[in-house]
Structures are given as structure tokens and as C-alpha cells.
């Protein structure tokens, strides 16, 4: 937030729009869900799925496996991303808030290394 021109105010809209974004999206992939699968009497499959029961869902709803495996495999790599994107954004908020003196061993957390020039204690500590 310390780049962005006028933080202060720009900050809590970002914020607020990110999570505003993430509510939408997941509210219209909830109803793609529950909606397409609405069918009682085929409910069966993703009760006692054979594969897992989002992979079960997309095959109903798209009729093709091929595009429900790579909708599946787009998801898991989204995942991925988001895990990375975690990792990076708490690890930075961990050096900002040492560097400062925030946290009980801040003596540790804010130092780099001198081989990768980055702050590998603070991953490391994370994960």
C-alpha cells in the first residue's frame, strides 16, 4: 500500500473492491453449481462420486470430459497461484512489521541473504 499514490484513501478501496470481486465470483460459481446440478433424481454422482464431486459436476453440466478435466486442472492451477500469491504477500507482511519491531524475534526476520538476496528466514518461518 506504501506505493500506491494517496494511500490513505486508496487503500480501503482497493480492500473493499477486492473482497467485493471475490463475493461476486464465487456467489456466481456457487449458483453455476448448485443450479446446473439441480436435478434430483441425478444427484446420485455427487453424493457417491467415482472421481471427486466437482469434477462430477462439470461433467454433468458441460457434457464433455475433456472441457470438464481442463476446467478442473484451471481451478487446480488457479490454486496454485493463489498459494504462491499467499505465501509472498504474508511474507512481506511479516519483514514490513519486523523491520519495524513489531514481532518478538524482529532481530531475525529482517535479514537477507547474501546469496539470494532475499528474506528466506521469513519463508521459511511461514511454511
Do not use: H
Amino acid at each position: 500500500i506504501e506505493e500506491i499514490p494517496n494511500p490513505s484513501v486508496e487503500g480501503p478501496k482497493t480492500t473493499i473492491f477486492c473482497v467485493a470481486l471475490g463475493i461476486a465470483t464465487g456467489v456466481c460459481f456457487l449458483m453455476v453449481l448448485l443450479y446446473g446440478s439441480s436435478e434430483p433424481q441425478e444427484m446420485g454422482y455427487v453424493i457417491q462420486p467415482s472421481v471427486s464431486p466437482l469434477l462430477e459436476i462439470l461433467w454433468f453440466l458441460m457434457r464433455s470430459r475433456l472441457l470438464a478435466s481442463f476446467l478442473l486442472m484451471f481451478s487446480l492451477v488457479c490454486l496454485v497461484f493463489y498459494i504462491i500469491c499467499i505465501m509472498a504477500t504474508s511474507s512481506r507482511m511479516v519483514y514490513t512489521f519486523s523491520r519495524d519491531g513489531g514481532l518478538p524475534s524482529s532481530t531475525t526476520f529482517p535479514q537477507t541473504t547474501l546469496r539470494y538476496s532475499s528474506k528466506i528466514s521469513v519463508l521459511n518461518d511461514l511454511s
